[in-house]
């Protein structure tokens, strides 16, 4: 017999296997054969007058037939072996299934040599017996072969001997009738020997099918579980966040489809200051802050909750209240308290949210994100660390950005829209230096419009430039007229929203439209906010391109943004205006004369104008007039008006000076 070698393909010790088992199966159930026959030969000796001869025999044959059950029923590793079996063990197993088989053919043919033993009984098949033995040989060797089907070793090593020796008697007794049976005989030996190869070479055929067979079931079922497992972790990197591991939008947007019947809760997470993390720190660390709050909100999710990370520093989350017993109020201030506990390895300080919750009824996400977007603006808009439920005022708030949104084209086509002035005093509130334009829209739903709602729903309305060039007509307009009054010491100030700096090239269409009306550059004077600063790379160039041509540059609402001093500088600022919050009730509140005071000593030690904005009151205005601002703007000096009352005002108080 052949070893397994590596070489050999897996399925040939498989098939080996196979063999022995029913090599082991075929003799236990031909064993009992063999020994009745061996009796009844036993007994025709006896009563032939061969007792002693007779039971000598029987006694061999049958240990030997206990050799054979003992061998059949012995342990062999080698039958544990399938074709999960490792490659270190597989050798060994099958070398003992080798010698198994090995062992199995050499008992079959010690067994067989008894047997061959059976002429002594019958005088070398010369005696009146001689038939009887005949038909026992022929019918146990034909029984053997039929047995044996699997391993054709084991039947012929086995039947050879009883039939050769068979052959050889009757030669040796001579005659035609004899010799012809001894020639009968051994051709039946050939015709057994051809059925006992036929016979192993279909049960090793039917066994490689079986075990092809199974493999590839087995392969089959490996490619399923793999195709389950590879489509289970595609369908995972679509639908959730690799850095989170929470939902993406995507994944949020599946889990919502079926649980907006309910009394669902939406509530929209976003980081403050987290900008600034990326800013200083550098992504890897945001990457790993961001992974951490993820962490820190799912550990404060109520049973049954859906949460997301959004893109950026925004999450999402849904939920039932009712179910999980859980008020939205409760867990937002959960949500807040533990984001805003130190970051472990983080020396960042100490981090804020903010969150929007929407609980009404909503038949898609997108409008309980687009109502939680609304609180959350809301919830940032009042300051860092805190939450805002969508209400009726947020509702109001949000179907007047949608009428805008749908209504602001045809309010520009048609002239729905308006630009007034406010004037900007000097001489401590005696004359006017400068004029700020107010965009003005009176909407025939939703009245006046406020200019901040209205600027967002340009952008979102894609009319972010129209918008400017329209402001910029209405702007140049008034120049024009404020040279020809003989105003042309008046500025005129412009807002440009961080949207509007951003999007499109303020610098080359202001300056374009200037130039091309021949009105002085001086002339004009451009605010923006300190968000607008924040992000200096974004919009330094365009304003460095103004400032260079000669338009001034204020920087708003100084005093309440994040903006750093420096940045006064790199964007060429000529003018700061305190913002309203600051000067409002100023003559009432210590601590804001001193904030105005520093601004103030700030414009003088930079050389640049100080605008103090929302002086309402007589009292107001004397306190900014001893703390020695020259620059006033409020209703109590001059309220916003349209172009020609404003240009009307301007000429009387030069017919007055005069």
Same mark, same amino acid.
């Given at each position: 017999?052949?070893?397994?070698?590596?070489? !050999?393909?897996?399925?040939?010790?498989?098939?080996?296997?196979?063999?022995?088992?029913?090599?082991?199966?075929?003799?236990?159930?031909? =064993?009992?054969? %063999?020994?009745?026959?061996?009796?009844?030969?036993? #007994?025709?000796?006896?009563? +032939?007058?061969?007792?002693?001869?007779?039971?000598?025999?029987?006694?061999?044959?049958?240990?030997?037939?206990?050799?054979?059950?003992?061998?059949?029923?012995?342990?062999?590793?080698?039958?544990?072996?399938?074709?999960?079996?490792?490659?270190? &063990?597989?050798?060994?197993?099958?070398?003992?299934?080798?010698? *198994?088989?090995?062992?199995?053919?050499?008992? +079959?043919?010690?067994?067989?040599?008894?047997?061959?033993? #059976?002429?002594?009984?019958?005088?070398?098949?010369?005696?009146?017996?001689?038939?009887?033995?005949?038909?026992?040989?022929?019918?146990?060797?034909?029984?053997?072969?039929?047995?044996?089907?699997?391993?054709?070793?084991?039947?012929?090593?086995?039947?050879?001997?009883?039939?050769?020796?068979?052959?050889?008697?009757?030669?040796?007794?001579?005659?035609?009738?004899?010799?012809?049976?001894?020639?009968?005989?051994?051709?039946?030996?050939?015709?057994?020997?051809?059925?006992?190869?036929?016979?192993?070479?279909?049960?090793?055929?039917?066994?490689?099918?079986? $075990?092809?067979?199974?493999?590839?079931?087995?392969?089959?079922?490996?490619? $399923?579980?793999?195709?389950?497992?590879?489509?289970?972790?595609?369908?995972?990197?679509?639908?959730?966040?690799?850095?989170?591991?929470?939902? %993406?939008?995507?994944?949020?947007?599946?889990?919502?489809?079926?649980?907006?019947?309910?009394?669902?809760?939406?509530?929209?997470?976003?980081?403050?200051? @987290?900008?600034?993390?990326?800013?200083?720190?550098? *992504?890897?660390?945001?990457?790993?802050?961001?992974?951490?709050?993820?962490?820190?909100?799912?550990?404060?999710?109520?049973?049954?909750?859906?949460?997301?990370?959004?893109?950026?520093?925004?999450?999402?989350?849904?939920?039932?209240?009712?179910?999980?017993?859980?008020?939205?109020?409760? #867990?937002?201030?959960?949500?807040?308290?533990?984001?805003? !506990?130190? @970051?472990?390895?983080?020396?960042?300080?100490?981090?804020?949210?903010?969150?929007?919750?929407? &609980?009404?009824?909503?038949?898609?996400?997108?409008?309980?994100?687009?109502?939680?977007? &609304?609180?959350?603006?809301?919830?940032?808009?009042?300051?860092? %660390?805190?939450?805002? /439920?969508?209400?009726?005022?947020?509702?109001?708030?949000?179907?007047?950005?949608?009428?805008?949104?749908?209504?602001?084209?045809?309010?520009?086509?048609?002239?729905?829209?308006?630009?007034?002035?406010?004037?900007?005093?000097?001489?401590?509130?005696?004359?006017?230096?400068?004029?700020?334009?107010?965009?003005?829209?009176?909407?025939?739903?939703?009245?006046?419009?406020?200019?901040?709602?209205?600027?967002?729903?340009?952008?979102?309305?894609?009319?972010?430039?129209?918008?400017?060039?329209?402001?910029?007509?209405?702007?140049?307009?008034?120049?024009?007229?404020?040279?020809?009054?003989?105003?042309?010491?008046?500025?005129?100030?412009? %807002?440009?929203?961080?949207? !509007?700096?951003?999007?499109?090239?303020?610098?080359?269409?202001?300056?374009?439209?200037?130039?091309?009306?021949?009105?002085?550059?001086?002339?004009?004077?451009?605010?923006?906010? !300190?968000?607008?600063?924040?992000?200096?790379?974004?919009?330094?160039?365009?304003?460095?391109?103004?400032?260079?041509?000669?338009?001034?540059?204020?920087?708003?609402?100084?005093?309440?943004?994040?903006?750093?001093?420096?940045?006064?500088?790199?964007?060429?600022?000529?003018? =700061?205006?305190?913002?309203?919050?600051? /000067?409002?009730?100023?003559? +009432? +509140?210590?601590?804001?004369?001193?904030?105005?005071?520093?601004?103030?000593?700030?414009?003088?030690?930079?050389?640049?104008?100080?605008?103090?904005?929302?002086?309402?009151?007589?009292?107001?205005?004397?306190?900014?007039?001893?703390?020695?601002?020259?620059?006033? &703007?409020?209703? $109590?000096?001059?309220?916003?008006?349209?172009?020609?009352?404003?240009?009307?005002?301007?000429?009387?108080?030069?017919?007055?000076?005069?």
């Amino acid at each position: 017999m052949r070893l397994l070698r590596s070489a !050999e393909p897996p399925q040939d010790w498989l098939i080996r296997r196979d063999q022995l088992d029913a090599v082991r199966r075929s003799v236990l159930g031909a =064993i009992p054969i %063999n020994v009745l026959l061996g009796l009844a030969g036993t #007994l025709v000796a006896a009563h +032939a007058g061969e007792m002693r001869a007779g039971l000598i025999w029987f006694a061999v044959s049958t240990g030997v037939n206990l050799l054979r059950v003992g061998l059949c029923q012995a342990p062999c590793p080698g039958l544990a072996l399938t074709p999960a079996t490792s490659p270190e &063990q597989a050798p060994a197993a099958a070398r003992s299934i080798d010698r *198994h088989l090995r062992l199995c053919w050499l008992a +079959a043919l010690l067994s067989g040599t008894v047997w061959a033993f #059976l002429p002594l009984l019958c005088a070398g098949y010369t005696s009146d017996q001689t038939l009887f033995y005949l038909t026992i040989t022929c019918g146990i060797t034909a029984g053997a072969v039929t047995y044996g089907t699997a391993f054709a070793q084991v039947p012929v090593c086995f039947i050879a001997p009883p039939l050769l020796s068979a052959a050889a008697c009757l030669l040796v007794a001579g005659g035609f009738d004899r010799n012809c049976l001894a020639a009968t005989v051994l051709l039946y030996l050939a015709a057994l020997t051809r059925s006992a190869f036929s016979s192993e070479a279909s049960f090793r055929e039917t066994s490689r099918l079986k $075990h092809e067979a199974t493999a590839l079931a087995e392969a089959h079922e490996v490619a $399923h579980a793999s195709a389950s497992a590879l489509a289970e972790a595609m369908r995972v990197r679509a639908t959730h966040d690799a850095l989170t591991g929470l939902l %993406n939008r995507a994944g949020f947007a599946q889990q919502a489809e079926g649980r907006l019947a309910g009394q669902s809760c939406l509530m929209l997470l976003d980081l403050d200051g @987290f900008k600034s993390v990326n800013d200083i720190y550098g *992504h890897t660390t945001g990457d790993r802050l961001l992974a951490e709050v993820a962490r820190r909100v799912a550990a404060c999710l109520p049973p049954g909750s859906s949460a997301a990370r959004l893109g950026g520093d925004e999450f999402a989350l849904l939920y039932d209240p009712e179910t999980s017993g859980c008020p939205p109020e409760a #867990l937002a201030e959960s949500l807040i308290g533990r984001v805003a !506990e130190p @970051f472990e390895g983080f020396d960042i300080g100490r981090l804020g949210m903010s969150i929007g919750i929407c &609980q009404i009824p909503a038949d898609s996400l997108t409008h309980l994100l687009t109502c939680a977007d &609304q609180a959350l603006y809301a919830a940032k808009a009042a300051g860092r %660390n805190r939450f805002r /439920v969508f209400d009726e005022g947020l509702l109001r708030r949000l179907e007047m950005r949608r009428a805008c949104e749908r209504d602001l084209s045809r309010a520009l086509a048609e002239g729905g829209l308006a630009v007034w002035f406010q004037p900007i005093f000097g001489q401590a509130g005696r004359r006017v230096a400068s004029l700020e334009a107010l965009l003005r829209w009176h909407h025939p739903v939703h009245g006046w419009i406020p200019p901040g709602e209205l600027v967002a729903a340009a952008s979102a309305a894609g009319l972010t430039e129209s918008l400017l060039r329209f402001i910029l007509e209405r702007v140049c307009a008034m120049m024009q007229s404020l040279r020809e009054s003989g105003r042309g010491d008046v500025r005129v100030a412009m %807002n440009v929203s961080p949207r !509007e700096m951003a999007q499109i090239a303020v610098d080359e269409i202001v300056l374009g439209r200037l130039r091309a009306l021949g009105l002085p550059l001086t002339m004009l004077e451009i605010e923006i906010t !300190e968000e607008t600063a924040l992000d200096i790379e974004a919009t330094q160039s365009k304003l460095v391109a103004l400032s260079q041509a000669g338009i001034r540059l204020a920087l708003d609402d100084f005093g309440v943004g994040y903006s750093a001093l420096a940045s006064l500088r790199t964007l060429r600022a000529d003018r =700061i205006k305190i913002d309203r919050s600051l /000067v409002t009730g100023l003559a +009432a +509140a210590d601590d804001k004369r001193g904030l105005v005071q520093a601004v103030l000593g700030l414009g003088r030690a930079l050389g640049l104008d100080v605008v103090a904005e929302g002086v309402e009151t007589a009292e107001d205005l004397d306190t900014l007039e001893a703390l020695g601002c020259v620059f006033m &703007q409020g209703y $109590h000096l001059g309220r916003p008006a349209p172009a020609e009352a404003t240009l009307r005002m301007l000429i009387d108080q030069r017919v007055d000076a005069a």
